[in-house]
């Protein structure tokens, strides 16, 4: 009998030291059946918890590897998941990170949002200043000509930068807080003060495509083409097709930000206020 409780003890204390280091990330069982009894999914699309217990995850980014980078906001650090669940510090010592880019030379840039900064980590490095005097930078994104547009929520701009001095701006007059860019290199931003999503022509023109988002915070495009964007306030994800159609691909969530996609055409969302990601899958 004794070896049988030294056993179950020795078990019990690797299973705690596994989730202490996040080499069990996600939920199973009727455990997470019990934590997302509110997600209510669209037909077709299955919901999973990817991982859980971070300190405000948002700003997700997945590499070719699968690997999942996350901004956590609350513990000013950016953390690395990889495909079977482990955890890698990656940094820490920053002050609200909230969202990450990668370059093909494999640098990680972190907005700062209250120090109106964009970071790099450069691979073996601390993070360093890249680009500062920025009016509350929220979100990253590099475009087909290697410019890194920054959107600026109190700056009321999108700003690209060719490099760390040479910016210019793409559009202006609104607070933006997401954006991605089509196939054909159409950029798509959230103005969060007018709810609604638009198209920017090359000019800076802006197009109004969805209106009446309840808090748009980041944005995704699908294989489909069609274009993935959180509401926060409602607790739901939105599929918006280019001509404005929308539908509810999930709804319970909460405070969903920053979606983003894998290789394998798996979408993540951040719930950051629980501090968990979910992995949705279906046809995007």
Same mark, same amino acid.
Request: overall charge positive; aromatic content about 6%; charged content about 25%.
């Given at each position: ?84 669940? $482990? ?108 709810? $609604? ?25 699908? $294989? ?14 939105? $599929? ?45």
């Amino acid at each position: 009998m004794q070896w049988k409780i030294r056993f179950v003890t020795s078990l019990y204390a690797l299973i705690l030291a596994l989730q202490s280091t996040g080499a069990i990330a996600q939920a199973s069982g009727a455990n997470a059946n019990s934590e997302l009894a509110k997600v209510k999914a669209a037909p077709g699309i299955t919901v999973a918890i990817w991982a859980k217990e971070l300190r405000g995850p948002r700003g997700l980014l997945v590499d070719p590897n699968g690997s999942m980078w996350i901004a956590e906001e609350d513990g000013g650090a950016v953390t690395k998941i990889g495909k079977d669940g $482990r955890r890698e510090t990656v940094a820490t010592g920053m002050y609200s990170p909230h969202d990450l880019e990668t370059d093909s030379g494999g640098n990680i840039y972190v907005a700062e949002t209250p120090t109106g900064r964009v970071l790099i980590i450069s691979p073996g490095r601390k993070p360093r200043a890249y680009i500062e005097g920025l009016r509350s930078p929220v979100d990253l994104a590099f475009n087909a000509k290697g410019e890194l547009l920054v959107c600026e929520l109190v700056g009321n701009r999108v700003t690209a930068f060719s490099s760390s001095k040479k910016g210019r701006t793409v559009v202006e007059g609104f607070r933006p807080h997401g954006l991605a860019f089509g196939k054909d290199g159409t950029v798509y931003v959230n103005d969060t003060s007018g709810r $609604r999503l638009v198209r920017v022509s090359p000019g800076g023109k802006v197009e109004p495509i969805a209106l009446d988002i309840d808090g748009p915070i980041g944005i995704a495009i699908g $294989r489909s083409g069609d274009l993935y964007v959180p509401a926060r306030g409602a607790g739901k994800l939105l $599929r918006i097709k280019p001509d404005g159609t929308r539908t509810t691909v999930a709804e319970g969530l909460t405070t969903p930000r920053d979606p983003a996609f894998d290789a394998a055409g798996n979408l993540f969302i951040a719930e950051t206020d629980v501090g968990r990601v979910l992995k949705l899958s279906g046809d995007f």
